[in-house]
């Protein structure tokens, strides 16, 4: 059996043997095929928005307009989608003072050049583009309160924009539910204090903290109420297969637009689990699996049909290496059960950087052994509590010295962040 495995902007190709693979777990995302373009699915969804009026009607009369765009790490299709809001709000508005606003969130900056592969050479050199820094006190202004306790500090640009907008995609997220929608907000371009409490062990620990789920879900609660306190009036989410096309678009208000198109995501993204002794998943490939920090997100899907004791074997280039010094040394200097400790025993206001991503790892690292296919440096991997490995062929053997057994079932999640996970379809 072939399988193709998204690695960075490559694939892997891998004969499996038919009968260890217990089942293949896809989302019928590439099955679905629309009517129209993506450009027309774009253009059509921005002219008839939920619960909103059309975006050139919103934008008259307001002079400092911002448009919130996704950063390096999403691969939201820029450069289709922003020309065509772009349009909108100048039609309505041609005086308009449009400021692209890039929602980094706690990520490294956006480079130039990923700014230009985003957007495109022409909107890179007319455009205002600003790219958030969510350590910038000068530059956060405080908003509300959040349910949480949080106080809500985001950019001064959003805060003081006459309109704010946002573009970006829905796919299934490992704690938040779903991305898109009011994520473009907070975390997008909030403060590093702000996302720390958001993202705190509690929440964490909530049933209702996983993939696919949003009543219920703490911090998705506190993300909507912070999409609503700071305005956010108007978003175009579309969603995409592995191909990175767009097959549907929803536009208009940022939470009834939102929730049309994660109702979507879940009718074609949902795959029904079966349990295995070995789970491979990988992060959709590049930009998704750019850092290992990233590549937690495709390991719940694995986590979610791995035996307790059981190999998850993730898949992913990680060119940028860990993603973030202070999560390398969450698990450099402790084991995963003394992690989970910490971080339950630490006050939401309190909660460190990188804690949330580390208390996920280190749940899945407690119940599963994890072998990581990477170009990473093998000490690194090691020091993080996982086995590195450069070959297929070298992390199956891995999986089965740490099983104690060569005879073993295996389920292949070849897009592991494209997947909801679920007992019964």
């Not at 820094?133 to 003081?160: H, W």
């Amino acid at each position: 059996m072939l399988v193709q495995l998204p690695y960075g902007r490559d694939v892997l190709n891998y004969e499996f043997d038919n009968k260890s693979v217990k089942g293949i777990l896809r989302g019928k995302m590439d099955d679905f095929i629309p009517s129209k373009s993506s450009q027309e699915l774009v253009a059509e969804s921005i002219e008839n928005p939920f619960d909103s009026l059309p975006l050139r009607e919103l934008a008259k009369g307001k002079k400092k307009i911002v448009l919130i765009a996704s950063d390096h790490t999403r691969p939201v299709p820029s450069k289709l989608i922003v020309p065509e809001m772009l349009a909108q709000i100048r039609s309505g508005n041609p005086e308009a003072d449009i400021t692209i606003l890039i929602a980094t969130g706690c990520h490294r900056e956006t480079t130039e050049q990923e700014l230009k592969e985003k957007f495109g050479s022409d909107i890179l050199n007319k455009e205002k583009i600003v790219i958030h820094d969510c350590d910038d006190e000068e530059n956060l202004v405080t908003i509300c309160k959040l349910p949480s306790g949080a106080n809500l500090r985001i950019n001064r640009l959003a805060a003081e924009a006459d309109l704010l907008v946002a573009e970006g995609f829905i796919e299934p997220h490992f704690f938040a539910g779903f991305s898109g929608g009011r994520k473009s907000i907070y975390p997008g371009i909030a403060s590093r204090t702000c996302v720390r409490h958001n993202h705190n062990s509690g929440f964490l620990d909530s049933p209702f903290a996983r993939t696919g789920i949003l009543e219920g879900n703490p911090i998705h609660e506190d993300m909507i109420y912070a999409a609503k306190a700071a305005k956010l009036k108007f978003i175009v989410n579309v969603v995409i297969n592995s191909r990175k096309e767009v097959i549907a678009s929803f536009a208009g208000d940022c939470e009834k637009a939102h929730i049309a198109g994660t109702k979507f995501v879940l009718e074609n993204m949902g795959v029904k689990k079966q349990l295995a002794d070995v789970v491979i998943t990988t992060n959709n490939g590049y930009p998704m699996d750019q850092n290992l920090y990233q590549m937690v997100k495709g390991m719940c899907a694995a986590e979610a049909t791995c035996k307790k004791g059981g190999v998850i074997i993730a898949v992913g280039k990680c060119e940028d290496g860990v993603g973030g010094d202070v999560f390398y040394r969450h698990f450099r200097d402790h084991s995963p059960e003394k992690l989970l400790e910490m971080f339950r025993k630490t006050p939401p206001e309190k909660t460190a950087t990188d804690q949330w991503q580390a208390h996920i790892l280190a749940r899945i690292l407690v119940n599963h052994s994890v072998v990581l296919l990477s170009d990473m440096d093998d000490k690194i991997v090691r020091e993080m509590g996982m086995i590195p490995v450069k070959t297929m062929n070298q992390a199956l053997d891995e999986a089965a010295r740490a099983l104690g057994k060569n005879d073993f079932t295996i389920c292949i999640i070849p897009e592991g962040i494209s997947v909801i996970v679920q007992e019964d379809l």
